[in-house]
């Protein structure tokens, strides 16, 4: 998700933008820590670009942030993201899902932006829920409309192949990028904070 005035239309043109703008590139995230930060530290270490992290309380507030102007993107949760790509209000560059998601089909998945590794962040956060056999349609399509992929099979054996996968890309990102949590607010310069209560 993009503020609507940042001159790129995809995110291979967001990370040739940032690299031409070394860490004056901002992104909000719903706090430090939190998946969506994680999930932009990955993208800047397989892409080699710097960005500068403004974190915020939660995905709403780092939505107001990116429509108001004051930073330039971030990735949030498709249940915040998705009204907000519908109603123009902040454009969409992907989602992280291995495929298009039937409430946004016009925003490709980040396996279609063609950069190598990019398909590492999918899904930076997952839900498991399950129902009992037979569940009504009508439930299923809530979901499907919140962004969920409510049709996606997972057995026993296959989550466990999942959380293996997770555990080795995590390991990895936390060997090779030093992420500063204590001195990160101190460091963001002061024009990107706003009184938030």
């Given at each position: 998700?993009?503020?609507?005035?940042?001159?790129?239309?995809?995110?291979?043109?967001?990370?040739?933008?940032?690299?031409?703008?070394?860490?004056?590139?901002?992104?909000?995230?719903?706090?430090?820590?939190?998946?969506?930060?994680?999930?932009?530290?990955?993208?800047?270490?397989?892409?080699?670009?710097?960005?500068?992290?403004?974190?915020?309380?939660?995905?709403?507030?780092?939505?107001?942030?990116?429509?108001a102007g004051?930073?330039?993107?971030?990735?949030?949760?498709?249940?915040?993201?998705?009204?907000?790509?519908?109603?123009?209000?902040?454009?969409?560059?992907?989602?992280?899902?291995?495929?298009?998601?039937?409430?946004?089909?016009?925003?490709?998945?980040?396996?279609?932006?063609?950069?190598?590794?990019?398909?590492?962040?999918?899904?930076?956060?997952?839900?498991?829920?399950?129902?009992?056999?037979?569940?009504?349609?009508?439930?299923?399509?809530?979901?499907?409309a919140l962004?969920?992929?409510?049709?996606?099979?997972s057995s026993?054996?296959?989550?466990?192949?999942?959380?293996?996968?997770?555990?080795?890309?995590?390991?990895?990102?936390?060997?090779?990028?030093?992420?500063?949590?204590?001195?990160?607010?101190?460091?963001?310069?002061?024009?990107?904070?706003?009184?938030?209560?």
């Open positions: 998700m993009a503020r609507s005035e940042l001159p790129v239309a995809n995110v291979r043109e967001l990370v040739a933008y940032a690299k031409k703008n070394p860490g004056n590139t901002t992104y909000s995230s719903s706090g430090i820590g939190t998946a969506n930060q994680l999930a932009i530290e990955l993208l800047a270490y397989k892409t080699g670009t710097k960005f500068l992290h403004i974190p915020y309380k939660s995905d709403t507030q780092s939505a107001s942030e990116i429509m004051r930073i330039d993107f971030s990735i949030m949760t498709a249940s915040v993201a998705i009204p907000l790509v519908q109603s123009g209000r902040m454009k969409a560059f992907a989602v992280t899902s291995p495929k298009r998601l039937a409430a946004i089909p016009n925003v490709p998945s980040l396996m279609e932006a063609g950069l190598p590794g990019l398909d590492a962040l999918e899904p930076f956060t997952f839900y498991g829920i399950v129902g009992a056999a037979g569940l009504p349609p009508a439930v299923v399509a809530k979901f499907t962004g969920f992929d409510a049709t996606a099979p026993p054996e296959q989550f466990g192949d999942f959380i293996r996968s997770e555990l080795t890309k995590w390991r990895d990102l936390s060997a090779n990028v030093k992420i500063e949590l204590k001195s990160m607010v101190a460091r963001c310069p002061a024009r990107y904070w706003t009184p938030l209560t």
